[in-house]
């Protein structure tokens, strides 16, 4: 059965999921506080919200697609100030496990439903209906949501109560920025001895040692160019969850302290581009050492 959906979030993930929700035949409406931000979804048949609220009375499903946890807390705020009721609200940005539990609770609390369903991919598999969803929440809820997460995702994950998710895309995210900095430090270790950039990118290709994830990234390095697939500022904004939740459960995470800080550099020199820039950052600061 098609379900109502409205999708709130019209970024490089929200707009291109909101796509395949409606080439799947979902009704779907759509809100973005950039209201240009719309316009490509409502020339392929989707509706366009005048506020959240009002899309929150013309959908069953509301699905939240935004940068980080207060922007999830403050659509949810408006989102359940009238009508909620028996609603299901379902997260599919990355945000704090213990955010997800919050708003688990408070929109329980206005007599609606909660599922936390980050996603694991970039900008080509959310087009493409190729990532993979990782869900928290009741099992009855994830399975009557089904259809929606089929529409975006390849593979879907069920993994227990609200918060699960989350965690779940932490830890996937947590070598996603690894697997790039292991690279840069890779790369830069070889040019330093005197190998040929262009030539490593060509053997490494050919090795078992390298990720498809790397692999990707090696493009972007060879032709010094970092089309935003994933944001650099997003990826900076994860290891800060990331490491929050290391600080809360006593996980030592040396690596990761390090890889955060050679992002913050290219947020401090204010990178708008993928974050696989860690590569030529760490070009750029060792060049007169």
Do not use: W
């Not at 028996?86 to 609770?105: C, H, M, Q, R």
């Amino acid at each position: 059965m098609r379900k109502s959906v409205g999708f709130i979030g019209m970024g490089t993930m929200g707009s291109r999921m909101a796509a395949r929700l409606l080439s799947s035949g979902h009704h779907v409406t759509v809100f973005n506080r950039d209201r240009d931000k719309t316009k490509p979804l409502v020339e392929q048949g989707a509706n366009a919200a005048e506020t959240i609220q009002d899309l929150v009375k013309d959908v069953d499903y509301i699905c939240i697609s935004v940068s980080n946890d207060e922007a999830i807390k403050d659509v949810a705020s408006q989102a359940t100030k009238t009508g909620c009721k028996d609603k299901v609200f379902i997260s599919l940005s990355t945000i704090s496990p213990d955010t997800a539990e919050e708003l688990a609770k408070d929109i329980s609390s206005k007599k609606a439903h909660f599922l936390d369903a980050p996603v694991s991919g970039s900008a080509p598999q959310a087009e493409s209906a190729q990532l993979i969803v990782l869900v928290g929440g009741e099992k009855e809820l994830f399975n009557d949501a089904k259809p929606i997460f089929s529409a975006i995702g390849k593979t879907v994950y069920y993994l227990g109560p609200a918060g699960n998710g989350s965690r779940m895309k932490l830890v996937i995210n947590t070598l996603l920025g690894l697997g790039a900095q292991a690279l840069a430090e890779a790369l830069l270790l070889g040019q330093r001895m005197g190998m040929s950039k262009d030539k490593m990118i060509e053997v490494l290709g050919d090795t078992a040692v390298v990720s498809p994830a790397q692999k990707a990234k090696m493009q972007n390095a060879l032709a010094n160019d970092y089309p935003v697939t994933f944001s650099l500022a997003n990826m900076y904004k994860d290891y800060g969850l990331i490491l929050e939740q290391a600080h809360n459960t006593n996980t030592p995470m040396p690596a990761t302290a390090a890889a955060q800080q050679v992002s913050a550099i290219g947020m401090a020199r204010k990178l708008d581009v993928d974050f696989a820039v860690v590569v030529r950052v760490l070009e750029e600061i060792t060049k007169t050492a």
